[in-house]
């Protein structure tokens, strides 16, 4: 099958006119998109063929465009997180000795490009297809580099494009940065099929919803915390089909707020990461019946639970990893051959010896009147007791007595927060997940009053 990039140099032969992609200001056909890539190889001055291009860009067409034109220059693109800061990126440049790194718009030999390529890079050798990096979120939020075959991800688009009824006439929305492997991974999707891309980087619900209806989109694409913040919008959309998303669990209220705004879409909630790709599906979940549920594997995957433990065996996983592997994430399976999703490793923590389940927690809290949003995280007093904080948004239908009832009569002792920080929004980075960090720098400035 065709690269990436040999794809959109194909299209722009057959569909040469045709929109390709379009992000905030920039707009591209696809033939234009294919002279742009081939413009941007010829400022690379250096021979790139199988090494790592780390790419910094807080511009999202520029993200892709170079991501595109690394890759058919034989070299191995790897783009980075806009919210990293220089020291962070140094970090990572020197952690897996990445020798070259593409920032203002031109390519920089790092002192890595002629040494000894690191122990992750090695799983590149002899392998001859054209290949590419991604970066995950990692323990702790330290950035993991993967590395994967181009064919890893292509040859799994036909599959993935069936379930999502991706076709060439389909045009997707999203919101954010391309160096989150969701978004990349959708967007390489969707151009593969020839189909049109209209992206954002603008946090704004009310252009988000004014741009799906302009341009016609008729799927969104969108984590939850996303999505939570597109439905503050309350004009509906007609033209959406289908509204993907994955990387959290949805609240009953999100899920009436989503089919009420957007009344013609199917919702489909996946279950994935960077080094899985897609590992289970789940059509308009029923989340009142099985919040947890993240339904069957897709095609040629596949799913086992060991100690409680999900373990993966798939064709399309990423370079170097054991089969079957584990993200560590927990879940358990049905006598359906259903999947459901316990929570992810780190959010599965021990208060006063006991087991502590944030996702679960937090579903309960989002289906309180007046909940917005919430996250849950463990902290530790100065005498090293372990304990739960909750950062809550509101809105004006809050009740901290109802709040409170519900907290008593659903948690075990050890289950309810000790710390209540109110805030006006759960904090986000440009991938759109939670910023713990800040959450803790929240925490930590926090007085006796939002307690």
């Known amino acids: 099958m065709n690269t990436f990039s040999e794809q959109i140099f194909l299209y722009a032969k057959t569909k040469s006119n045709k929109k390709g992609i379009s992000i905030d200001e920039n707009s591209y056909t696809y033939e234009e998109l294919a ?20 790419i910094y860009t807080t511009s999202v067409i520029e993200q892709l465009v170079v991501f595109l034109a690394v890759e058919n220059a034989k070299g191995i693109p790897l783009l980075l997180h806009d919210y990293l800061n220089k020291n962070e990126i140094n970090n990572l440049l020197n952690t897996y000795k990445i ?4 920032s203002n718009g031109k390519i920089i030999k790092t002192h890595f490009a002629k040494q000894e390529i690191s122990e992750i890079q090695k799983i590149c050798e002899n392998i001859s297809e054209r290949k590419f990096a991604v970066l995950s979120s990692g323990s702790e939020g330290n950035p993991k580099l993967i590395y994967r075959t181009c064919s890893s991800w292509t040859d799994f688009f036909d599959i993935q494009n069936r379930i999502f009824k991706i076709n060439s006439d389909s045009s997707l929305y999203f919101h954010g940065s391309s160096a989150f492997s969701g978004n990349l991974n959708m967007i ?24 799906i209806s302009e341009f016609s989109c008729d799927h969104i694409y969108m984590i939850p915390s996303k999505l939570a913040i ?19 669990l949805i609240s009953e209220k999100e899920m009436q707020c989503l ?18 790709s897609y590992v289970s599906y789940l059509r308009n979940p029923e989340v009142k019946k099985s919040f947890n549920c993240i339904g069957k594997p897709f095609p040629e995957v596949n799913v086992s639970v060991c100690n409680g433990e999900i373990f993966v065996e798939s064709p399309f996983t ?42 679960r927690i937090k579903q309960i809290f989002k289906n309180i009147k007046g909940v917005e949003n919430v996250c849950i995280i463990p902290f530790q007093t ?70």
């Open 35 to 54: 002279n742009e890539i081939k413009k941007t190889e010829k400022i690379f001055n250096c021979d790139i063929e199988d090494k790592t291009v780390a």
């Open 99 to 102: 020798p070259y790194l593409f």
């Open 188 to 211: 390489l999707a969707f151009l593969y099929k020839g189909a049109f891309v209209k992206g954002t980087s603008k946090m704004s619900p009310s252009v988000w919803k004014k741009e």
């Open 230 to 248: 597109l439905t503050k919008n309350k004009i509906v959309c007609t033209c959406v089909k289908s509204i993907l998303s994955g990387s959290e």
């Open 259 to 276: 089919k009420t705004q957007f009344p013609n879409a199917e919702i489909i909630l996946y279950y994935g990461s960077a080094e899985l």
């Open 318 to 359: 990423a370079l170097g990893l054991t089969k079957p592997y584990s993200c560590g994430d927990r879940g358990f399976m049905n006598d359906k051959g259903e999947l459901f999703f316990c929570g992810r490793k780190q959010d599965v923590f021990s208060v006063k010896g006991n087991a502590v389940h944030a996702q």
């Open 382 to 451: 100065e005498n090293g007791k372990n304990k739960i904080a909750a950062f809550i948004v509101k809105s004006d239908t809050f009740n901290n007595t109802l709040m409170k009832k519900v907290v008593n009569a659903e948690f075990h002792s050890w289950e309810r927060p000790s710390r209540y920080i109110f805030v006006s929004e759960i904090p986000l980075n440009s991938t759109g997940k939670i910023n713990k960090k800040a959450l803790y720098k929240l925490l930590e400035n926090s007085n006796d009053g939002n307690k």
